[in-house]
């Protein structure tokens, strides 16, 4: 199983990012997909699920603002971020989880398989 986050970048606030996740190794419509970040010196936190069906959770933090989707074909899963604000700098990963529950939950113990993360960085 491979996750590969990208996309990260130096953006001024306001501004918007796409980081997709290219996911190999096993069958991705099968798992929801994860994306989790953390800022220096603060711990890992949720951003965003999809389920395999579909289904999307958003933290409240970035309600509005961001957008995870997810394309099968492509065996990817993106997250669209709009509106950046300086307190989004953080490093983004992707993470795959088979739980039925992870997509909403938004527990990062629940998702067994990461990628190696992209740093965003929002300045002001």
């Known amino acids: 199983v491979q996750l590969q986050a990208s996309g990260g970048g130096m953006v001024q606030a306001g501004g918007s990012l796409r980081l997709p996740c290219a996911a190999s190794?096993?069958?991705?419509?099968?798992?929801?997909v994860g994306w989790f970040r953390q800022a220096p010196g603060k711990e890992r936190e949720f951003v965003a699920a999809?389920?395999?069906?579909?289904?999307?959770n958003h933290a409240d933090s970035v309600k509005g603002r961001f957008t995870i989707s997810r394309d099968n074909a492509k065996s990817t899963a993106y997250l669209q971020m709009n509106s950046l604000k300086p307190e989004d700098t953080a490093v983004y990963y992707c993470?795959?989880?088979?739980?039925?529950?992870?997509?909403?939950?938004?527990?990062?113990?629940?998702?067994?398989?990461w990628g190696q993360g992209t740093l965003v960085t929002v300045s002001s």
């Open positions: 993470a795959k989880s088979r739980s039925v529950s992870a997509w909403y939950t938004g527990r990062a113990d629940e998702y067994p398989y």
């Open positions: 999809i389920s395999r069906s579909g289904g999307r």
């Open positions: 190794g096993y069958v991705f419509r099968n798992d929801a």
